[in-house]
């Protein structure tokens, strides 16, 4: 009987991945020149082209991943889906961009544009009262969300051979957040902060310390913390 439910569990869910897919198929626009049809300085309602800044030596990158070889998937308002090549988010000015020439980048903005996908992982722009930044979205429970913010900090030149920095330094930084109702607050992955940011009845809280024990989980491992939001939506 088992056997059979599990059969029948597996069938449907291929199926519905089959579907959404062939949604997502049908949704795609493969001219991602609707996007990009700006000339430069002058803004669409998706963002708007800039030139590139001549090149300074700087160690370090303000931007998230190490080459320009990643493809988005872009989940734009008026439900139509389109795939950019060349994508890579700008830490320093929390855009996405994508470099459209040798010597120019289209900067988006989120004003139509629902959220970004990229290798699998989904991002947004989320206002805060610290301003807007965009986030990965980890782990979204439905009614928790685990984020993940991505910044960049640059660290100048000092003449003092002690600190050996002949050049200035992009310093790249990722901190996460829990999102619950609504609200957005920052998550150190440890014991005391974290419990404290899921702000927990006190019973429903040993309960979770006491599962936590059980499976072996750590405060400071984003996978286990995935865990622990998953248990805390059953409490």
Same mark, same amino acid.
């Given at each position: 009987?088992?056997?059979?439910?599990?059969?029948?569990?597996?069938?449907?869910? &291929?199926?519905?991945?089959?579907?959404?897919?062939?949604?997502?198929?049908?949704?795609? #626009?493969?001219?991602?020149?609707?996007?990009?049809?700006?000339?430069?300085?002058?803004?669409?309602?998706?963002?708007?082209?800039?030139?590139?800044?001549?090149?300074? =030596?700087?160690?370090?990158?303000?931007?998230?991943?190490?080459?320009?070889?990643?493809?988005?998937?872009?989940?734009?308002?008026?439900?139509?889906?389109?795939?950019?090549?060349?994508?890579?988010?700008?830490?320093?000015?929390?855009?996405?961009?994508?470099?459209?020439?040798?010597?120019?980048?289209?900067?988006?903005?989120?004003?139509?544009?629902?959220?970004?996908?990229?290798?699998?992982?989904?991002?947004?722009?989320?206002?805060?009262?610290?301003?807007?930044?965009?986030?990965?979205? #980890?782990?979204?429970?439905?009614?928790?969300?685990?984020?993940?913010?991505?910044?960049?900090?640059?660290?100048?030149?000092?003449?003092?051979?002690?600190?050996? =920095?002949?050049?200035?330094?992009?310093?790249? =930084?990722?901190?996460?957040?829990?999102?619950?109702?609504?609200?957005?607050?920052?998550?150190?992955?440890?014991?005391?902060?974290?419990?404290?940011?899921?702000?927990?009845?006190?019973?429903?809280?040993?309960?979770?310390?006491?599962?936590?024990?059980?499976?072996?989980?750590?405060?400071?491992?984003?996978?286990?913390?995935?865990?622990?939001?998953?248990?805390? &939506?059953?409490?």
């Amino acid at each position: 009987m088992r056997k059979s439910f599990f059969i029948v569990f597996v069938c449907l869910f &291929s199926y519905s991945l089959v579907l959404a897919q062939e949604e997502d198929q049908a949704r795609l #626009v493969n001219n991602p020149d609707q996007l990009l049809s700006v000339s430069n300085g002058v803004r669409n309602s998706y963002g708007s082209l800039r030139s590139i800044p001549p090149v300074t =030596r700087v160690e370090g990158s303000p931007y998230l991943f190490d080459d320009w070889l990643h493809t988005a998937r872009v989940y734009a308002k008026n439900g139509q889906l389109y795939m950019v090549e060349n994508v890579n988010l700008d830490m320093q000015n929390q855009a996405f961009v994508t470099k459209v020439a040798k010597d120019s980048l289209f900067t988006f903005q989120f004003n139509e544009i629902n959220f970004f996908e990229i290798n699998g992982k989904k991002f947004e722009s989320i206002f805060t009262k610290d301003g807007r930044r965009i986030y990965e979205i #980890v782990s979204d429970n439905g009614e928790e969300r685990l984020l993940k913010a991505y910044s960049v900090k640059l660290v100048p030149s000092s003449p003092d051979p002690m600190k050996n =920095r002949p050049f200035d330094k992009y310093v790249q =930084r990722e901190n996460y957040y829990f999102e619950k109702d609504g609200k957005v607050s920052m998550l150190s992955l440890r014991k005391g902060k974290v419990l404290r940011t899921f702000d927990l009845e006190k019973n429903n809280q040993k309960t979770l310390e006491k599962f936590v024990e059980k499976n072996d989980l750590s405060y400071s491992d984003e996978k286990d913390v995935i865990k622990m939001i998953d248990f805390i &939506s059953t409490l």
